[in-house]
Nanobody
């Protein structure tokens, strides 16, 4: 069974930093794009940043240079370093991966999106 497990959320004051981690586990053939999304109370889930398997990165405008996404392909992990946090960054942060499962044949399944369970980030004084 494939799963994504996030960690690193918590309570932080405005201007503080957090580092989110997400690791994929299970029978995995390959991972393409990995990303972080967030969902604030009463709002739709939105993209924060993504990184491809060749480490091309894309950030949403609201990041404004404060966050850095990175990945370790050997560990099947993606990270989000968040600096200069603002109260409006408060949300549940979800890891996403475009992932192919390892089949009994030794080949991979079609790539599909997998989600983690989410980690809560609260920015407040």
């Amino acid at each position: 069974q494939v799963q994504l497990v996030e960690s690193g959320g918590g309570l932080v004051q405005p201007g503080g930093s957090l580092r989110l981690s997400c690791a994929a586990s299970g029978s995995i053939f390959g991972i393409k794009t990995m990303g972080w999304y967030r969902q604030a109370p009463g709002k739709q889930r939105e993209l924060v940043a993504l990184i491809t398997d060749s480490k091309y990165t894309k950030y949403e405008d609201f990041v404004e240079g404060r966050f850095t996404i990175s990945r370790d392909n050997a560990k099947k992990a993606v990270y989000l370093q968040m600096n200069s946090l603002k109260p409006e960054d408060t949300a549940v942060y979800y890891c996403n991966a475009d992932l192919s499962k390892l089949l009994p044949t030794g080949w991979g399944s079609q790539f599909e999106a997998y989600w983690g369970q989410g980690t809560r980030v609260t920015v407040t004084s």
